[in-house]
């Protein structure tokens, strides 16, 4: 079972807006640092955005600065991205990933996350 699911890729309009939502089944949500990765066709896995166990603390790609928001409920297990401004360079899959580790830092790379989804693709026309 993924313990972790997407849900609210799709298709959009340059300029436009999507949101995506990350629940999990089996994990004790708080515990965890929650973040966003992406990766287009025939590219690397990039990371998006992270948030810090109490939503206290965020980090985003400097692609994504100031058209993207991360944020979490806990209350609901659920993790959210709000993608403003779509551009079609936004185009990929979107994978959300849960950190155990602890850190001054928050973690943004691939190989410090846990457990991932299954992706969810965001596709942004011209």
């Known amino acids: 079972q993924v313990p972790l699911v997407e849900s609210g890729g799709g298709s959009g309009q340059s300029g436009g807006s999507l949101r995506l939502s990350c629940t999990t089944s089996?994990?004790?949500?708080?515990?965890?640092?929650m973040g966003w990765f992406r990766q287009a066709q025939g590219k690397g896995r990039e990371g998006v955005s992270c948030?810090?166990?109490?939503?206290?603390?965020?980090y985003y790609a400097d692609s994504v600065k100031g058209r993207f928001t991360i944020s979490r409920d806990n209350a609901k297990n659920t993790l959210y991205l709000q993608m403003n401004s779509l551009k079609p360079e936004d185009t990929a899959a979107y994978y959300c990933?849960?950190?155990?580790?602890?850190?001054?830092?928050?973690?943004?790379?691939?190989?410090?996350?846990?457990?991932w989804g299954q992706g969810t693709q965001v596709t942004v026309s011209s």
């Open positions: 948030i810090s166990r109490n939503g206290g603390n965020t």
């Open positions: 990933a849960a950190s155990v580790r602890y850190s001054y830092l928050l973690p943004t790379r691939s190989n410090e996350y846990n457990y």
């Open positions: 089996g994990l004790t949500f708080d515990n965890y640092v």
